[in-house]
T-cell receptor
Framework: EPEVTQTPSHQVTQMGQEVILRCVPI?????FYWYRQILGQKVEFLVS????????KSEIFDDQFSVERPDGSNFTLKIRSTKLEDSAMYFC?????????????FGPGTRLTVT | AQSVAQPEDQVNVAEGNPLTVKCTYS??????LFWYVQYPNRGLQFLLK??????LVKGSYGFEAEFNKSQTSFHLKKPSALVSDSALYFC?????????????FGSGTRLSIRP
């Protein structure tokens, strides 16, 4: 069964450094999302991406965050200057298009630790 | 605004007994409702969804959920619990109006099945 993959599984970085989290969507999916889950808290929406542009973003997704599909397959989340409070599990999700595609499929996540 | 409430942080059930994990929602228009499960150190796994039609929907691993419009609820159920069902369960809602719409998650309910 096709699945969403994410790399790396765990990233440790120092405050102020840039990080790039990568996601490989399910083939032929057209909608892409990033969510995050701070330890012990609920899963929070960050951004949705469709047709090579951001569809919606949350308050969390400020100027330090950006997303892109650099090569038409990978979907990346970049945090320009990480803060301690960015430490969380980051999940990529993808969704197909059409009338029968409603659920989002999640990757295994990248645990980001900012020290 | 869309929201989801899971009133129980934890549900404890003996193996073989029926289980219910509660969820209520608030959304404009018709809701798209989902249940996801998260095993330790893993991503979110889709269990089932309600889009339209039959109020009782069946999903993976013998789980089912009942949509109740008047009570704005979407409780997750299973007739006979297994120890392997122990995990964190998230109810989620998506608004009707945009295919790219984000999913809003509840705070999660930890299900613990004792042998």
């Amino acid at each position: 069964e096709p699945e969403v993959t994410q790399t790396p599984s765990h990233q440790v970085t120092q405050m102020g450094q840039e990080v790039i989290l990568r996601c490989v969507p399910i083939s032929n999916h057209l909608y892409f999302y990033w969510y995050r889950q701070i330890l012990g808290q609920k899963v929070e929406f960050l951004v949705s991406f469709y047709n090579n542009e951001i569809s919606e973003k949350s308050e969390i997704f400020d100027d330090q965050f950006s997303v892109e599909r650099p090569d038409g397959s990978n979907f990346t989340l970049k945090i320009r200057s990480t803060k301690l409070e960015d430490s969380a599990m980051y999940f990529c999700a993808t969704k197909g298009s059409g009338q029968i595609s409603y659920e989002q499929y999640f990757g295994p996540g990248t645990r980001l630790t900012v020290t | 605004a869309q929201s989801v409430a899971q009133p129980e942080d934890q549900v404890n059930v003996a193996e073989g007994n029926p289980l219910t994990v509660k969820c209520t929602y608030s959304v404009s228009g018709n809701p798209y409702l989902f249940w996801y499960v998260q095993y330790p150190n893993r991503g979110l796994q889709f269990l089932l969804k309600y889009i339209t039609g039959d109020n009782l929907v069946k999903g993976s691993y013998g789980f089912e959920a009942e949509f109740n419009k008047s009570q704005t609820s979407f409780h997750l159920k299973k007739p006979s619990a297994l120890v392997s069902d122990s995990a964190l369960y998230f109810c989620a809602v998506r608004g009707f109006y945009s295919s790219a719409s984000k999913i809003i998650f509840g705070s999660g309910t930890r299900l613990s099945i004792r042998p």
